[in-house]
């Protein structure tokens, strides 16, 4: 099994940051891509960062200049810092890894619970 465990949401006021944690667990030979999707009320998932193996990123329009993604391979965690946050900014987020799971397994995508993050005054 694989398990996907996020943390660091919250309520934050417009301005503020918060820094998002997701750490993959359990029976993992290789982890590839990593990123977040959020999804607001009434709205799809939406990409708002990825990140490669090698450390090449990738952001939504919306998240660039203040979201930052970083992983860190050795504890096969990604992380997303959250700075200058807006009202907009509200949403559930989710993380997602493009794991093998044995030298032979096919690759598959998974998903974490996801962590609620309130931008309002």
């Known amino acids: 099994q694989v398990q996907l465990v996020e943390s660091g949401g919250g309520l934050v006021q417009p301005g503020g940051s918060l820094r998002l944690s997701c750490a993959a667990s359990?029976?993992?030979?290789?982890?590839?891509?990593m990123g977040w999707y959020r999804q607001a009320p009434g709205k799809q998932r939406e990409l708002v960062a990825s990140?490669?193996?090698?450390?090449?990123?990738n952001y939504a329009e919306s998240a660039k200049g203040r979201f930052t993604i970083s992983r860190d391979n050795a504890k096969n965690t990604v992380y997303l810092q959250m700075n200058s946050l807006k009202p907009e900014d509200t949403a559930v987020y989710y993380c997602?890894?493009?794991?093998?799971?044995?030298?032979?397994?096919?690759?598959?995508?998974?998903w974490g619970q996801g962590t609620q993050v309130t931008v309002s005054s």
């Open positions: 359990g029976s993992i030979f290789s982890i590839y891509a």
């Open positions: 990140i490669t193996s090698g450390g090449s990123t």
């Open positions: 997602n890894a493009d794991i093998r799971r044995t030298v032979i397994a096919s690759r598959v995508f998974y």
